[in-house]
């Protein structure tokens, strides 16, 4: 190890510059604290990437009192390139021990430490966290404890450093599936007390936090200040369905509905996308959702992920008018129900085999190297 943290730096610098795959900053990185401190500060060179599967090793059911982690396993992450259907092999991240993903938002995951119950974001190309309140600080009326954190995204454009003045992370959280958010130096989380439950999806939108219910209502949140308001956006009345929220490359607020199987309610089936429109005579909501049956030249990417939305043709092997989806419900042991739904002839391409050893669901990253 010592030979390779003693090479030149400046010829380790040149090499670094020349990297043009993300998965090869990992493997550049991983050689010794050096190495990775060069190809940190070469990121910028990289070019845009479309969005990768992470997947995480899965924790195995251990006996009392006897810890028996699979030692070459834990901290390790996979990555799969949509784009080619390629795995890249596995890369160590010793920052993802003992660690659940509760979500994946402009190339950050948020993080919950399985003991402490402590919980942090996560690049996972620099390895650089940031702390945030404890899952114990989550705030509950009731003087409930919430327990758990199903879905977290953040608000603003993030670089590889910091997250910015203006960052909020926005979670829902517990059964109740609820909102609850904070800032990078809070010492706990604020409860969204609206009273909207049974909340899916939630993202971020001209400066304000929209999020769906399972049966595709949709409200606004401002939470510029301490006096949260909240507004009414769609009415919903639709089957209690997996929803989720994206923004369309060109700014319109879309509204995907993820079908299942009937008889098992394990595979998705295929998707539904509404756009939000105006009607005249609606007398309680200016808003509605409108069923849409193309995307364009759009690709989504959907999942426990921060939805999002990608122009095709900026990115070799992207399709076009397709929606590409993973699990992203609790850790399924059989139901491997991810792959690329095309709208035009409503087919699933589903993705092939994945390593046995990582647990799901898998979650998309996009490469933040800024």
């Not at 380790?12 to 990297?19: F, R, S, T």
Request: aromatic fraction near 10%; charge should be negative; hydrophobic fraction near 35%.
């Amino acid at each position: 190890m010592d030979l390779w943290a003693n090479l030149n730096r400046d010829l380790l610098q040149l090499i670094a510059e020349k990297i043009t795959c993300h998965t090869d900053v990992l493997r550049f990185g991983a050689t010794c604290k050096q190495w990775r401190s060069i190809v940190t500060n070469s990121l910028h060179f990289l070019p845009p990437n479309l969005p990768i599967s992470l997947c995480l090793p899965i924790q195995k059911p251990l006996p009392l009192l006897m810890q028996c982690p699979i030692e070459d396993k834990l901290g390790s992450i996979n990555f799969l390139s949509v784009s080619d259907m390629k795995s890249y092999g596995k890369f160590l991240v010793p920052e993802l021990n003992n660690k659940v993903i509760a979500g994946s938002s402009n190339g950050w995951l948020l993080t919950v430490e399985l003991n402490s119950q402590e919980i942090k974001l996560l690049n996972p190309l620099t390895r650089n966290q940031i702390p945030l309140p404890s899952l114990s600080t989550l705030e509950n009326p009731e003087g409930e404890d919430f327990g758990f954190i199903l879905k977290a995204i953040i608000s603003s454009n993030a670089n590889k450093r910091n997250l910015g003045d203006d960052c909020i992370v926005m979670a829902i959280i517990s059964e109740l599936s609820i909102l609850s958010f904070c800032r990078p130096g809070d010492d706990k989380w604020t409860y969204v007390n609206q009273y909207t439950f049974n909340l899916y999806d939630v993202i971020p939108y001209k400066g304000q936090f929209f999020a769906i219910n399972e049966t595709g209502t949709t409200v606004a949140y401002d939470v510029s200040n301490d006096d949260v308001k909240m507004k009414l956006i769609a009415k919903g009345d639709y089957s209690p369905r997996r929803r989720y929220l994206v923004e369309s490359t060109s700014g319109e607020l879309l509204h995907v509905e993820r079908v299942l199987d009937e008889q098992t309610e394990t595979f998705t089936t295929n998707f539904i996308v509404y756009k939000l429109e105006s009607r005249e005579g609606l007398l309680e909501c200016e808003l509605c959702w409108v069923e849409s049956e193309s995307l364009g030249d759009q690709a989504l990417f959907l999942g426990l992920n921060c939805s999002l939305s990608l122009p095709a043709q900026s990115f070799r092997g992207c399709k076009s008018n397709c929606i590409y989806f993973t699990d992203d419900i609790e850790y399924l042991d059989s139901s491997y129900d991810m792959g690329v739904y095309d709208l035009e002839d409503r087919k699933i391409q589903m993705f092939g085999d994945m390593d046995k050893c990582f647990s799901f669901p898998p979650i998309w990253i996009s490469p933040n190297p800024w």
